[in-house]
């Protein structure tokens, strides 16, 4: 089964092989962006950071995010991104500018709320999965689901470095290859160690309510809990 696949880093970072991404493109600068952006920075990488209000509103932010971290538009994000990720609630989802992010490599954060984003038909009968539908979206770009399984604050805070006994683990799911081995990569500079869940259509299995979602767990144990995932109609 795909998700009993690891993933490590492998020095690629990019939204093209064998590339060194120096620039990630976030869009959505609530609690999971911003401390994307957190990580981000504190391992060498500078971020283009945007909101649906326009940079303006962010001046406070990136203050205090420092020295690497502008803000931009949306489509500055994802024009000025290697890399470009998606934090907005999933409801806004169509608001990603396809145009601007063109091919590029795409880390889908999101999670489904119905309570914050409305009911969504193909997701309530489970026709889909929330990245399928941002894939859909952009459909030039390589949509990589990750972060979506993890407390916001944790992220900058969590990694550790390769090697390290028990070294928390986060999933990844998506279609491309090369797309997964960038975000593994850039997840194991974060200081987390990866398991691969197959596809897109996979990304279920690290959704809200499943065992693996915030959850700190290891590798083995992210995998374990991966495979003991039931779908929402069979809870």
């Known amino acids: 089964m795909g998700w009993r696949v690891p993933l490590t880093g492998n020095g690629v970072v990019a939204g093209a092989v064998g590339e060194r991404m120096t620039t ?17 920075l504190a391992h060498g990488y500078d ?8 940079p303006d509103t962010l001046t406070d932010l990136v203050a205090d995010l420092g020295d690497g971290a502008r803000a931009g538009t949306v489509e500055d994000a994802a024009r000025s991104g290697d890399m470009v990720v998606v934090a907005l609630p999933l409801k806004s989802y169509r608001s990603v500018p396809a145009d601007a992010v063109g091919d590029k490599v795409v880390i889908d954060a999101n999670n489904y709320y119905p309570q914050r984003d409305g009911q969504i038909p193909e997701l309530d009968d489970e026709h889909t999965t929330v990245s399928e539908l941002l894939q859909a979206h952009l459909p030039d770009a390589k949509v990589v689901k990750a972060f979506n399984q993890i407390m916001a604050a944790q992220i900058p805070a969590d990694g550790t470095p390769a090697g390290t006994p028990n070294r928390r683990a986060l ?3 998506g279609d491309d290859d090369g797309a997964k081995q960038a975000v593994a990569a850039l997840l194991d500079d974060f200081g987390f160690d990866v398991v691969d869940a197959g596809p897109l259509a996979e990304g279920w299995r690290y959704q809200r309510d499943t065992p693996a979602y915030v959850v700190r767990q290891n590798a083995d144990e992210l995998r374990a809990n991966l495979a003991a995932a039931k779908r929402y109609r069979d809870m």
């Open 24 to 40: 990630l493109g976030i869009i959505g600068a609530g609690n999971i962006g911003s401390n994307v952006a957190r990580a981000a």
């Open 171 to 173: 999933a990844i799911a």
């Open 47 to 54: 971020v283009v950071i945007s909101n649906s209000r326009g």
